[in-house]
């Protein structure tokens, strides 16, 4: 007879499946402004407090409230909320065409616009992205053409990217866009290197690193975090925490930690936890730890607590696993709708212009998806040349590649 | 010139690619102040300061990951894996980022890095410090992989796998560092100071990647091999006195097939030898490679010496290294054939 019981094994379960009722009680937000804003120098003990609470700028009444608020001018906003409209529409466009056959795949920013968007407003041009998938808005915000985004996403005769790529897999080292892996957290600690050596260079450049909750899981995470804090990288370190990693809910990554930023802790990384809905509150964050950043006062971790309202990705159907009414109870709202009514609130904005701004935003979509459909599609018109199989695998092609792509016939 | 030993050699590499190019960095497990376990770094962090050589944790995939990054900004990284036992962590970062980076961004990105790692046996490593992983990467598109056998062409090739703009495995022979080692491990080796390679140039030169060189001409028969296996595999040609014509690979991926297939269009018979395990190891690529091209030449199969199908083991090392005897026994058997 031992004195302990038997051991039994703790696997997490989300609060609600399908069929359920959606349930975020155990989503704790604090009030709109209620946050501190501490000095960009501060130690990451002395406020370990922001790791585990939500900077929010916007309150329930469209206002802009707290230490955090009052960083962006009207226009500014405007723009923003543009950008996210923009970034919307162009995503429901692209996951119409490969519905349509246009493409084998793609993924969509839905409920997550304001993330990419409002950091990359922080960020200054020379400045480095390692993205994921899901941070289109990056390359939005920054006017990069839609039309070439198209491009790539159709495979055609003039994607920048030969075809060689799966749809949204973007690079574009002019707009500060690391060519995206597809693989998950590799890029992280790449992030994390690319700073190093702008710091090694005694340049004044910083660089972005970006993960979901579930690719916190992955070692490279860890090595990330423990570069970072050894050599002061200048880094933000960005985690985007949509709730779910494909039909996993992120307690499964997360385990028995309070919050994604808490990991940032324990490397002595001040961790900041922001409402990711909210455009005013994720650029604010973004700009203290880009000055930090900047100042040489080395990375900054970030979770952005948000909530993926579409699928994973075009493959994918999350009525299999959660309520299909959840993202309507999600607390924090939706990122357009929020920056919309604290605009109308300032009132710079109205019902009516917004529908007039819909209008023009999905005319610039169209015609762009005119104007890349004319190169091709996946399927149909231009596509790129068999020969971009063999070329650019290494800077000079070497024989036995020139071999076979003559076996392939060209 | 003067005569150095390979970790000499490989040391000047980087201290002459550090001098001309200052996007040139040195970094890895105990490489900084210390110098690195072989001492292939000493002096290097005294010499350019600690930015630009330095200690990095215990992490090969943040090594290489944080490497790929310096590489995306510009510099040149040239990271040293402790041992070549040790690269699996980074394997993720090496195979589907630093291969793939120039290709799926068409040329936007680039990943000029060397990742060093002394490899192979012979210096009762046990399992984790004695492997061969060559096939590892040669299996990987978009790498080169480049396994020197002496101090010229280690010094000339790790400076021609820092300017290469594309990444680069290196693998050091650790058995090699101090002498040619022919696998007579109860004899006392030559020094590199008494060999003809073991004189380097103190300056800057390359060799390029992708050339074989020929170290004993003959005409019965062609042995294949690179590294620590060239030395043994000249020594088992003098013992049995056998007109074996030995190639020393370099490189292996991109391969000189071309000195290959001249040389068993030639002799007609072809040994492969490395120390990497046997079953889809390089030596099949190679033995593939001269069936396709010299079928019609051949006149004996090819046969492979190879490490056995089994970890490498420790207390039966002289057992498991494919030495001059097993070599040896090889050629006899294919000159009888």
């Given at each position: 007879?031992?004195?302990?019981?038997?051991?039994?094994?703790?696997?997490?379960?989300?609060?609600?499946?399908?069929?359920?009722?959606?349930?975020?009680?155990?989503?704790?937000?604090?009030?709109?402004?209620?946050?501190?804003?501490?000095?960009?120098?501060?130690?990451?003990?002395?406020?370990?407090?922001?790791?585990?609470?939500?900077?929010?700028?916007?309150?329930?009444?469209?206002?802009?409230?707290?230490?955090?608020?009052?960083?962006?001018?009207?226009?500014?906003?405007?723009?923003?909320?543009?950008?996210?409209?923009?970034?919307?529409?162009?995503?429901?466009?692209?996951?119409?065409?490969?519905?349509?056959?246009?493409?084998?795949?793609?993924?969509?920013?839905?409920?997550?616009?304001?993330?990419?968007?409002?950091?990359?407003?922080?960020?200054?041009?020379?400045?480095?992205?390692?993205?994921?998938?899901?941070?289109?808005?990056?390359?939005?915000?920054?006017?990069?053409?839609?039309?070439?985004?198209?491009?790539?996403?159709?495979?055609?005769?003039?994607?920048?990217?030969?075809?060689?790529?799966?749809?949204?897999?973007?690079?574009?080292?002019?707009?500060?866009?690391?060519?995206?892996?597809?693989?998950?957290?590799?890029?992280?600690?790449?992030?994390?290197?690319?700073?190093?050596?702008?710091?090694?260079?005694?340049?004044?450049?910083?660089?972005?690193?970006?993960?979901?909750?579930?690719?916190?899981?992955?070692?490279?995470?860890?090595?990330?975090?423990?570069?970072?804090?050894?050599?002061?990288?200048?880094?933000?370190?960005?985690?985007?925490?949509?709730?779910?990693?494909?039909?996993?809910?992120?307690?499964?990554?997360?385990?028995?930690?309070?919050?994604?930023?808490?990991?940032?802790?324990?490397?002595?990384?001040?961790?900041?936890?922001?409402?990711?809905?909210?455009?005013?509150?994720?650029?604010?964050?973004?700009?203290?730890?880009?000055?930090?950043?900047?100042?040489?006062?080395?990375?900054?971790?970030?979770?952005?607590?948000?909530?993926?309202?579409?699928?994973?990705?075009?493959?994918?159907?999350?009525?299999?696993?959660?309520?299909?009414?959840?993202?309507?109870?999600?607390?924090?709202?939706?990122?357009?709708?929020?920056?919309?009514?604290?605009?109308?609130?300032?009132?710079?904005?109205?019902?009516?212009?917004?529908?007039?701004?819909?209008?023009?935003?999905?005319?610039?979509?169209?015609?762009?998806?005119?104007?890349?459909?004319?190169?091709?599609?996946?399927?149909?018109?231009?596509?790129?040349?068999?020969?971009?199989?063999?070329?650019?695998?290494?800077?000079?092609?070497?024989?036995?590649?020139?071999?076979?792509?003559?076996?392939?016939?060209? | 010139?003067?005569?150095?030993?390979?970790?000499?050699?490989?040391?000047?590499?980087?201290?002459?690619?550090?001098?001309?190019?200052?996007?040139?960095?040195?970094?890895?497990?105990?490489?900084?102040?210390?110098?690195?376990?072989?001492?292939?770094?000493?002096?290097?962090?005294?010499?350019?300061?600690?930015?630009?050589?330095?200690?990095?944790?215990?992490?090969?995939?943040?090594?290489?990951?944080?490497?790929?990054?310096?590489?995306?900004?510009?510099?040149?990284?040239?990271?040293?894996?402790?041992?070549?036992?040790?690269?699996?962590?980074?394997?993720?970062?090496?195979?589907?980022?630093?291969?793939?980076?120039?290709?799926?961004?068409?040329?936007?990105?680039?990943?000029?890095?060397?990742?060093?790692?002394?490899?192979?046996?012979?210096?009762?490593?046990?399992?984790?410090?004695?492997?061969?992983?060559?096939?590892?990467?040669?299996?990987?598109?978009?790498?080169?992989?480049?396994?020197?056998?002496?101090?010229?062409?280690?010094?000339?090739?790790?400076?021609?796998?820092?300017?290469?703009?594309?990444?680069?495995?290196f693998l050091e022979p650790k058995r090699l560092y101090n002498g040619p080692f022919d696998g007579h491990h109860d004899r006392p080796v030559t020094p590199w100071s008494k060999h003809d390679l073991g004189e380097?140039?103190?300056?800057?030169?390359?060799?390029?990647?992708?050339?074989?060189?020929?170290?004993?001409?003959?005409?019965?028969?062609?042995?294949?091999?690179?590294?620590?296996?060239?030395?043994?595999?000249?020594?088992?040609?003098?013992?049995?006195?056998?007109?074996?014509?030995?190639?020393?690979?370099?490189?292996?991926?991109?391969?000189?097939?071309?000195?290959?297939?001249?040389?068993?269009?030639?002799?007609?018979?072809?040994?492969?030898?490395?120390?990497?395990?046997?079953?889809?190891?390089?030596?099949?690529?190679?033995?593939?490679?001269?069936?396709?091209?010299?079928?019609?030449?051949?006149?004996?199969?090819?046969?492979?010496?190879?490490?056995?199908?089994?970890?490498?083991?420790?207390?039966?090392?002289?057992?498991?290294?494919?030495?001059?005897?097993?070599?040896?026994?090889?050629?006899?058997?294919?000159?009888?054939?």
């Amino acid at each position: 007879m031992t004195e302990f019981p038997q051991l039994s094994l703790h696997v997490p379960e989300p609060a609600v499946r399908p069929g359920g009722m959606p349930d975020f009680s155990n989503v704790n937000i604090a009030k709109a402004g209620s946050v501190p804003r501490p000095e960009v120098d501060a130690a990451s003990e002395d406020i370990r407090d922001l790791a585990y609470s939500i900077i929010r700028v916007l309150n329930r009444d469209g206002e802009a409230v707290g230490p955090w608020a009052g960083l962006l001018s009207d226009e500014e906003l405007l723009t923003g909320l543009r950008n996210m409209m923009r970034l919307r529409a162009f995503d429901a466009r692209m996951l119409m065409a490969q519905r349509q056959g246009k493409t084998s795949f793609y993924m969509q920013h839905l409920g997550e616009e304001a993330v990419s968007c409002a950091f990359r407003k922080a960020l200054k041009k020379g400045d480095m992205n390692f993205p994921t998938y899901r941070q289109a808005g990056l390359l939005i915000a920054d006017d990069y053409p839609m039309v070439e985004m198209m491009n790539q996403i159709f495979s055609n005769e003039k994607d920048p990217l030969r075809g060689r790529q799966l749809p949204i897999m973007y690079s574009s080292k002019e707009h500060g866009f690391f060519t995206i892996s597809g693989n998950l957290a590799t890029q992280y600690v790449q992030a994390v290197g690319w700073a190093m050596a702008s710091a090694i260079k005694n340049d004044t450049k910083i660089a972005a690193a970006w993960i979901g909750d579930g690719s916190t899981a992955e070692s490279d995470f860890h090595s990330a975090l423990v570069f970072a804090s050894t050599y002061k990288a200048p880094v933000i370190l960005n985690i985007v925490n949509n709730q779910w990693a494909i039909s996993t809910f992120q307690g499964i990554a997360r385990g028995g930690s309070g919050t994604f930023a808490a990991r940032g802790l324990g490397f002595g990384i001040p961790a900041l936890r922001v409402d990711g809905n909210d455009y005013l509150a994720v650029y604010a964050v973004s700009l203290w730890a880009t000055e930090r950043a900047r100042r040489n006062l080395g990375p900054t971790l970030i979770e952005y607590v948000t909530y993926r309202v579409g699928g994973h990705s075009s493959s994918d159907d999350p009525s299999a696993y959660r309520p299909k009414t959840e993202s309507e109870a999600w607390p924090l709202g939706d990122p357009v709708l929020r920056l919309k009514k604290h605009l109308i609130v300032r009132g710079v904005w109205s019902e009516e212009r917004h529908v007039q701004a819909e209008a023009e935003i999905l005319d610039e979509v169209i015609q762009a998806q005119k104007e890349a459909e004319t190169h091709g599609t996946l399927h149909a018109g231009g596509k790129p040349s068999v020969r971009d199989i063999f070329e650019g695998v290494y800077a000079e092609m070497p024989p036995h590649i020139r071999r076979q792509r003559q076996k392939a016939g060209y | 010139m003067a005569r150095m030993t390979m970790i000499e050699a490989v040391r000047s590499a980087m201290d002459v690619s550090m001098e001309r190019d200052d996007d040139v960095v040195v970094f890895g497990e105990d490489v900084g102040y210390f110098g690195g376990v072989f001492r292939c770094t000493q002096g290097l962090q005294a010499k350019y300061g600690k930015t630009r050589c330095f200690d990095a944790p215990i992490s090969e995939s943040g090594i290489v990951g944080t490497a790929i990054g310096m590489a995306a900004y510009g510099l040149k990284p040239c990271v040293e894996i402790q041992f070549a036992d040790y690269m699996y962590p980074a394997y993720d970062q090496i195979t589907q980022e630093a291969a793939r980076i120039r290709y799926r961004s068409n040329g936007d990105f680039t990943c000029p890095i060397v990742l060093r790692m002394p490899t192979g046996g012979g210096i009762f490593g046990g399992q984790t410090h004695s492997q061969s992983p060559e096939a590892l990467f040669t299996h990987v598109c978009g790498l080169k992989v480049v396994v020197p056998s002496n101090p010229y062409d280690a010094k000339g090739l790790l400076i021609a796998s820092i300017e290469d703009p594309d990444p680069v495995m290196f693998l050091e022979p650790k058995r090699l560092y101090n002498g040619p080692f022919d696998g007579h491990h109860d004899r006392p080796v030559t020094p590199w100071s008494k060999h003809d390679l073991g004189e380097v140039p103190e300056g800057h030169y390359s060799i390029p990647i992708g050339k074989a060189e020929i170290r004993r001409p003959g005409s019965a028969v062609t042995v294949i091999a690179y590294g620590t296996m060239v030395h043994v595999a000249l020594a088992a040609a003098e013992e049995m006195n056998i007109d074996a014509e030995v190639i020393d690979l370099r490189s292996l991926l991109p391969l000189d097939l071309d000195t290959i297939v001249q040389s068993v269009t030639k002799t007609g018979r072809c040994v492969v030898v490395h120390e990497a395990t046997l079953t889809s190891g390089y030596g099949a690529e190679l033995t593939a490679l001269v069936q396709e091209h010299c079928f019609y030449h051949l006149e004996a199969p090819v046969v492979r010496v190879t490490g056995w199908d089994t970890p490498y083991p420790h207390a039966q090392e002289w057992d498991y290294f494919p030495g001059p005897g097993r070599v040896g026994r090889a050629l006899a058997e294919v000159m009888e054939a």
